[in-house]
């Protein structure tokens, strides 16, 4: 077991993001005053120790530091605890309450999407963390399914937010590179990618996002690679799925809107879901699908969102103004949506552009000492002079895309031979071995999802109408004062899966039996079909030329002798030559 500080250890990774790797670990004192949930000996925690380029970081560890107050103080049911921050030596680990179940992401991967009831009710538990949040001045901006964890609840699925303050201790707001979003690409909202000023609508952006997958299994914008995905945001219009009813898909639109200040407040969008929740279901009393259509008038926006600090000063460049034959990176294999955060530039130096101080090797050392540079965030940086960006060198977008493409690495459920800490895992009793995902089973068959609240799921109809959202029968109705989910057996928690093994070589193919040979008569090797016929022909007429000239036939048939007179007299002939011969002799 490996010591965090003297109160933890490290017992098993449980997954790897793009800022650090997540432990399973025990706590082996008691906490001092400075963490948020003192904790008792023996205790279960989860520690996120962040990746040692952030680590090395001046300005990450003191915005760790300055931050605490800020992560430690952030309590909600549908948040996860942040208990204690610990600095030590060159290791920053965040440690939080253990949530035992899987992250919205790997759930979705294996049970397929929710119906519109379970999706929305599901979304706007979500949106009471990100209100409470918000009110707090804290913006996530990393809103996304592997954000999201699903606790078990004895028996019910219930959704809490992780990963809040991450995105602001990943970022640099003290370098002011604008050029660069806080983010992953399927989720991130017009205005970050744009560098724009960002508010806590780019979370309301990130639920809508997340409320389309969860009900059509995938994020609206796609593309084979980052930069195509990121233009999408910035201007295509999501289109509306047939599965998804009309009070829902209006929610979903608002959420996505590119002008932030149209999409609704956190608070607004819980409640809107709410009861678009109540109206869509197979229970819905005709007054509840009634105010489910009239959601739109629900969706007002925050009069004051909370602001993201440090970001949207300076121009930022937009893909429309980036030269197409120079900033694409190319993402061999396409781009995954569900890639993981991008929290960095690469380190590259280039041009930054107008008012932008870019110096990367200060934000991601290599681990040649910068970070003794940057060790005082406060001081001046050296300006950039002023003028259009260089030619020589990256284009900032180019250098956002980078980052793009080498974070560009799903969560990974760690193999601990490779696992930076090098600790074997030691899982627990009871533990079933690694499973490769499941097949989709189909809405009816979600074990979270069949039910929630009171209402019934039920596969999706074709053409939606909002209140044939039917489950048949079998279960009860339940009280909509639960509004939780519940799950028809107990699930044990699963050990995350493995990536699935290289797929076996292709079979070498068999060599081609040889090509069977004509059975058509007529056929004449090397010949086609009508050329043997023509053939077959030209030699019935030759045959027939020959016998009509060089026998009696013609004779024959001169003579009007029947065919029968005609070979008795030739026999006879035969026989007289042959007597005449036979006496001379
Ligand atoms: N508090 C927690 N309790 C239990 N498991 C957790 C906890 N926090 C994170 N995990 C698990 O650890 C894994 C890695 O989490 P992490 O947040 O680093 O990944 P991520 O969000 O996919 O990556 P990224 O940093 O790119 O957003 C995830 O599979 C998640 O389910």
Do not use: C, F, H, K
């Given at each position: 077991m490996r010591p965090v500080g003297s109160k933890y250890l490290l017992e098993e990774p449980l997954g790897r993001g793009a800022t650090g790797t997540v432990w399973r670990a025990r706590q082996n004192q008691t906490a001092g005053a400075e963490a948020a949930v003192a904790g008792q000996p023996g205790e279960m925690v989860a520690i996120k120790v962040l990746k040692e380029e952030l680590a090395h970081d001046a300005d990450v560890v003191m915005r760790f530091l300055r931050e605490r107050s800020v992560l430690l103080r952030l309590t909600h049911p549908n948040?996860?605890?942040?208990?204690?921050?610990?600095?030590?030596?060159?290791?920053?680990?965040?440690?939080?309450?253990l949530v035992d179940g899987p992250d919205l992401h790997r759930y979705l991967r294996e049970n397929g999407p929710f119906t519109p009831v379970a999706a929305s009710l599901l979304t706007a538990q979500i949106a009471d963390a990100l209100a409470a949040s918000h009110a707090d001045g804290i913006v996530h901006r990393d809103l996304k399914p592997a954000n999201v964890l699903l606790k078990d609840d004895d028996g019910r699925m219930h959704p809490m937010l992780t990963d809040f303050g991450i995105a602001r201790l990943a970022d640099s707001p003290g370098l002011t590179r604008t050029h660069e979003f806080v983010g992953t690409p399927a989720y991130v909202a017009p205005e970050s990618a744009e560098g724009r000023p960002q508010t806590s609508a780019v979370d309301i952006y990130g639920a809508g996002i997340l409320l389309y997958e969860l009900v059509t299994g995938r994020p609206p914008f796609a593309g084979a690679t980052a930069l195509e995905v990121l233009h999408q945001h910035l201007s295509a219009e999501p289109r509306r799925p047939t599965t998804v009813p009309e009070p829902l898909w209006t929610v979903i639109e608002r959420c996505l809107r590119k002008r932030p200040e149209e999409r609704p407040s956190a608070e607004n969008l819980a409640r809107a879901l709410r009861v678009v929740a109540a109206g869509v279901g197979v229970h819905s009393s005709p007054a509840?699908?009634?105010?489910?259509?009239?959601?739109?008038?629900?969706?007002?926006?925050?009069?004051q969102p909370a602001t993201v600090p440090g970001t949207g000063q300076g121009a930022a460049p937009v893909p429309g103004d980036a030269d197409p034959t120079q900033v694409l990176p190319s993402n061999a294999g396409g781009y995954d949506p569900n890639a993981a955060t991008s929290v960095l530039p690469s380190t590259g130096a280039g041009p930054a552009g107008p008012g932008l101080h870019a110096d990367p090797t200060q934000v991601l050392?290599?681990?040649?000492?910068?970070?003794?540079?940057?060790?005082?965030p406060t001081r001046a940086m050296p300006p950039v002079p002023p003028g259009p960006p260089q030619s020589d060198g990256p284009h900032p977008w180019q250098n956002q895309m980078a980052a793009a493409r080498d974070r560009n690495e799903q969560?990974?459920?760690?193999?601990p031979g490779e696992d930076p800490l090098r600790?074997?895992?030691?899982?627990?009793p009871g533990q079933q071995p690694p499973q490769q995902p499941q097949q989709h089973q189909g809405y009816g068959q979600q074990p979270y999802g069949?039910?929630?609240?009171?209402?019934?799921?039920a596969p999706q109809p074709p053409a939606p109408q909002p209140q044939q959202y039917a489950q048949p029968q079998q279960q009860p109705r339940r009280q909509r004062s639960q509004p939780r989910y519940q799950q028809p057996q107990a699930?044990?928690?699963?050990?995350?899966t493995p990536p699935p093994a290289p797929e076996p070589a292709a079979p070498r193919r068999e060599p081609r039996p040889p090509r069977q040979r004509s059975a058509n008569p007529m056929h004449i090797p090397g010949l086609g079909c009508l050329k043997g016929c023509l053939f077959m022909i030209l030699i019935l007429v030759i045959g027939s030329w020959l016998v009509w000239e060089f026998t009696p036939l013609k004779d024959w048939v001169a003579n009007g002798k029947s065919f029968w007179d005609a070979a008795w007299d030739w026999i006879t002939s035969v026989k007289n030559w042959i007597s005449d011969v036979a006496s001379k002799k």
């Open positions: 948040i996860v605890r942040t208990r204690d921050l610990v600095v030590e030596g060159d290791l920053l680990a965040l440690v939080m309450d509840e699908a009634e105010a489910a259509l009239g959601v739109g008038a629900l969706l007002a926006p925050d009069p050392p290599t681990g040649s000492g910068p970070a003794g540079n940057s060790a005082d969560t990974q459920y760690l193999d600790r074997r895992p030691t899982r627990r069949g039910q929630y609240g009171q209402q019934q799921y699930p044990q928690p699963q050990p995350y």
